[in-house]
T-cell receptor, first 112, second 116 residues
Framework: LAKTTQPVSMDSYEGQEVNITCSHN???????ITWYQQFPSQGPRFIIQ???TKVTNEVASLFIPADRKSSTLSLPRVSLSDTAVYYC?????????????FGTGTLLAVQP | GAVVSQHPSRVICKSGTSVKIECRSL??????MFWYRQFPKQSLMLMAT?????????EQGVEKDKFLINHASLTLSTLTVTSAHPEDSSFYIC????????????FGPGTRLTVL
């Protein structure tokens, strides 16, 4: 399973756009990139998933360059409630077990 | 989205007792569920993969006799922490996959175990 590297923490202010980059140099051909959000004492929540180029949903965008060795989660106009840990994971949806290995995650702190 | 529940949400027990945690997929069937453990300010650590109708697959370093997993139906997996000790105190989280065109893994709300 591909290992991911993210910044340990990031700070931002309300209303700003936040970009969190994840490195996954050993990503395999069949691997997808998925981002999760976790609040304290809660289970992780799915944010977005992509394979290549750009994916956008109602809460975030995911940018994946052509070599797929990194990805960037973009959160537009963050609010205080976006303070959480964000995890980047790579895995094969068609794999035998689909198990996810979590890295360290990025603690995003949004200030007023 | 799909819902995964856990019961209990928190449990406090004495050292040496066994504790069972249930993980249920409420509106879908899950042939595979996963159990994670998370210590304070740390990431989730995968403990085992629970397979319906067969034995669980444990990650390296996880004692299978200590953490008993049973996946008796397509909507229920249980994790039993046997002879719990204070070092087993942690946040236990389960998850389950839905295999559709998009790959999503849904997580339960977690169970806080405190062993006195």
């Amino acid at each position: 399973l591909a290992k991911t590297t993210q910044p340990v923490s990031m700070d931002s202010y309300e209303g700003q756009e936040v970009n969190i980059t994840c490195s996954h140099n050993n990503i395999a051909t069949n691997d997808y990139i998925t981002w999760y959000q976790q609040f304290p004492s809660q289970g992780p929540r799915f944010i977005i998933q992509g394979y290549k180029t750009k994916v956008t949903n109602e809460v975030a965008s995911l940018f994946i360059p052509a070599d797929r060795k990194s990805s960037t989660l973009s959160l537009p106009r963050v609010s205080l409630s976006d303070t959480a840990v964000y995890y980047c994971l790579v895995g094969d949806p068609g794999g035998a077990t689909n198990k996810l290995i979590f890295g360290t995650g990025t603690l995003l702190a949004v200030q007023p | 989205g799909a819902v995964v529940s856990q019961h209990p949400s928190r449990v406090i027990c004495k050292s040496g007792t066994s504790v069972k945690i249930e993980c249920r997929s409420l509106d879908f069937q899950a042939t595979t569920m996963f159990w994670y453990r998370q210590f304070p300010k740390q990431s989730l650590m995968l403990m085992a993969t629970s397979n319906e109708g067969s034995k669980a697959t444990y990650e390296q370093g996880v004692e299978k006799d200590k953490f008993l997993i049973n996946h008796a139906s397509l909507t229920l997996s249980t994790l039993t922490v046997t002879s719990a000790h204070p070092e087993d105190s942690s946040f236990y989280i389960c998850s389950a996959n839905i295999r559709t065109g998009k790959y999503e893994q849904f997580f339960g709300p977690g169970t806080r175990l405190t062993v006195l």
